[in-house]
């Protein structure tokens, strides 16, 4: 199974593979047979579908086929040769692969499964041996190019080298090569001993071939590894006389893993004379090897387990591999019942947009939380979340599928929804409920102030009648107090005004608007000239007044509150000096109103805000109390708020923030 990397089975056919070309090194014969045995090596591993060799011609330019090898029959051979010749002048790089899309195709029409155009690839290996330029071309699929450059060169070098010392005639260059090949070669005899070591060898183990010859090598190997290795070797004893070896060996870097392509060398009477084996360090591949089986135990535990209905398909047919526990019990079916089947034999899907999922998975490569609904055979049904990856398993695309049910959270939501729904109505009517109470509460305060309004105005008119009518009667403490009834009757009333004003603003329902405050604070003015000219007082307002979101009249009754207040609460001769000016603090609008008044203590800043709150008596400073509580109402209201900034004896700076525009 692929998840990132070369797969278990491919790592292990790979490592089978390499040790069977390398097997050619045992061919007897001349170097033709040799070739040709090469070849065929090559073409044994799948994905490969033909092989040739080439070599320069001696008599005339150009190249000759010395060897090939195609697992399919070839229309016209001298065609795709010549195609093949076309691409050795762009090979120029000894033992550099150079590769190129095959366009002829139809040559292999008769593969056994249709190939993509771009599915098949040339690639082609220069090199040299002791007959001259000599070059490899391998017809393979597309997704094998790492494979074939990672490895191909290098063995290909190695049998052209071997092939020279083997064919050339030339004992002292057969040496000379052995000794300088990077694969390890060793010769015994029949009973183990040493007759020959190459450098390589002697290298890895950190003894001199002195030290070797003679002696066994078994007291190299790990002692878990020598009875398998006796096993393996007793292959020699029959034809083809050849075996492959997978095993520990002591080295100078400690323990490694070494494979070896061993071939027996028969006396005349067919008795085992020597053995012959080229070895490779094959430790790096072990480790990935061991990588993967752990990666491949850790997949299995999570697949198992998982409480999500997991299952591996092949994706063209949807043929089920594999199942998890989960995935068995919704079925209520044995795995081994639903392994082998396809998912629309089991009725799993009702309505399923297997083109738009198969679109999305070639496209992408996986396809994520898509909800479908599963019936069991049972006919029970889930809703859950479908996930998938393509993988490939044996050559084939398939695909590891998780269902997450969500069935319970569907059920909640729904359950949820209605909830929402009863509570949205509870709202509703909790809404109209209130709404219906501020009305009675509005009615009942305009009859309360009205009520009390009619006997303050008859105390008011009757004595105001009685101070103009019969004043002479009065002596002047009589006329005092009838002064004082008046007084007082004025102010129930502006209190009565007052507090109708602030209920107000509790049902009042506010349009908030861009408004311009120049113009709002302009009409305050105007509407305090009067008062504003017998105290003599200097407003300043400062350009640049921001617009803000508001209700203008409820922010004129704002201004207009903390106006009065900066010119009733002065000194006694104290010219009032009041500023006004404002500025934009990321959204928010801030408008600050600053005086010269008497100033209020830190510890009263908070509760100045509240209804009836008064610092000073009404002999001092006339009011009710109630002013600041409307702007702090009002400010509320048009979802902003006020503050004070204050000390007594030097004046106070109200700010007031509001969104701005």
């Not at 051979?77 to 093949?84: E, I, M, T």
């Not at 009032?576 to 408008?591: F, M």
Request: with cysteine; hydrophobic share 40%; charged share 25%.
């Amino acid at each position: 199974m692929n998840r990132g990397g070369i797969s278990i089975g491919l790592s292990v056919n790979l490592s089978d593979w390499i040790n069977h070309c390398y097997s050619v090194y045992s061919f007897e014969g001349n170097i033709g047979h040799f070739m040709n045995g090469f070849v065929e090596n090559v073409c044994s591993f799948r994905g490969f579908f033909g092989a040739w060799i080439f070599k320069q011609a001696k008599l005339k330019p150009g190249y000759e086929l010395i060897s090939s090898f195609s697992k399919v029959p070839i229309g016209n051979d001298n065609v795709l040769l010549a195609s093949f010749r076309k691409d050795f002048k762009l090979a120029n790089k000894p033992w550099t692969v150079i590769n190129r899309r095959f366009d002829k195709s139809h040559l292999f029409a008769q593969l056994p499964h249709s190939q993509p155009e771009d599915a098949l690839r040339v690639f082609i290996v220069p090199g040299f041996n002791f007959e001259g330029e000599i070059n490899l071309v391998i017809l393979a699929e597309t997704g094998l190019a790492e494979i074939i450059s990672g490895i191909i060169p290098r063995m290909f070098q190695n049998i052209l080298e071997y092939s020279k010392l083997k064919y050339g005639n030339d004992d002292s260059a057969y040496r000379l090569l052995l000794e300088n090949q990077n694969e390890l070669v060793v010769k015994v005899d029949d009973r183990g001993r040493f007759l020959f070591v190459s450098p390589t060898y002697c290298k890895l183990f950190g003894m001199t071939a002195q030290d070797l010859t003679g002696n066994n090598f078994v007291p190299l190997i790990h002692p878990d590894d020598i009875e398998p290795t006796i096993e393996a070797m007793r292959q020699l004893e029959v034809y083809p006389h050849n075996c492959f070896i997978q095993q520990r060996a002591k080295t100078v870097l400690g323990w490694r893993w070494i494979a070896w392509s061993d071939k027996a060398i028969l006396d005349s009477k067919g008795k085992i004379n020597a053995i012959i084996g080229v070895g490779r360090d094959i430790t790096e591949q072990k480790q990935v090897e061991q990588e993967l089986l752990e990666s491949e135990s850790k997949f299995q535990t999570a697949f198992r387990s998982s409480p999500n209905l997991m299952s591996i398909s092949r994706m063209s047919d949807g043929l089920i591999y594999d199942v998890n526990d989960r995935f068995a019990s919704f079925l209520q079916l044995p795995r081994n019942e639903i392994i082998g089947k396809k998912t629309s034999e089991l009725g799993l899907f009702k309505a399923f947009p297997r083109p738009v999922l198969v679109s999305i998975l070639n496209r992408e490569g996986r396809i994520e939380s898509f909800e479908i609904t599963l019936y069991s055979q049972s006919n029970e049904i889930i809703e859950g979340l479908f996930s998938a990856e393509i993988i490939e398993l044996k050559g084939e695309k398939c695909l590891v599928s998780s269902f997450q049910d969500i069935t319970e959270l569907r059920n909640a939501q729904a359950e949820l929804q209605d909830y929402q729904i009863h509570l949205e109505s509870l709202v509703d009517q909790r809404t109209a409920r209130i709404q219906e109470i501020n009305d009675e509460l509005g009615r009942f305060t305009n009859s309360v102030c009205h009520d009390l309004k009619a006997p303050l105005r008859a105390m008011h008119g009757f004595a105001g009648a009685l101070k103009e009518d019969h004043s002479q009667k009065l002596d002047p403490e009589g006329i005092i107090y009838l002064q004082r009834i008046c007084n007082a009757s004025d102010q129930m009333e502006n209190l009565i005004n007052d507090l109708l004003q602030y209920s107000k603003l509790n049902s009042l329902e506010l349009s908030l608007e861009p408004t311009d405050t120049n113009k709002a604070i302009n009409m305050v003015i105007i509407s305090l000239s009067e008062e504003i000219r017998k105290k003599n007082a200097v407003v300043t307002i400062k350009k640049g007044l921001p617009y803000v979101l508001a209700f203008k009249p409820v922010l004129v009754r704002v201004f207009t509150n903390l106006i009065t207040n900066s010119l009733k609460f002065v000194e006694t001769g104290a010219i009032p000096l009041i500023t006004i000016s404002g500025l934009i603090r990321d959204d928010k609008a801030l408008i600050r109103i600053k005086d010269n008044g008497i100033g209020i203590p830190q510890d009263k800043h908070t509760i100045i805000f509240e209804v009836f709150e008064r610092l000073h008596g009404i002999e001092s400073y006339p009011g009710n109390g109630i002013g600041l509580s409307i702007v702090k109402k009002a400010m509320e209201r048009m979802g902003g708020k006020v503050s004070v900034t204050s000390s007594p004896g030097k004046g106070s700076t109200f700010e007031l923030e509001l969104r701005s525009v």
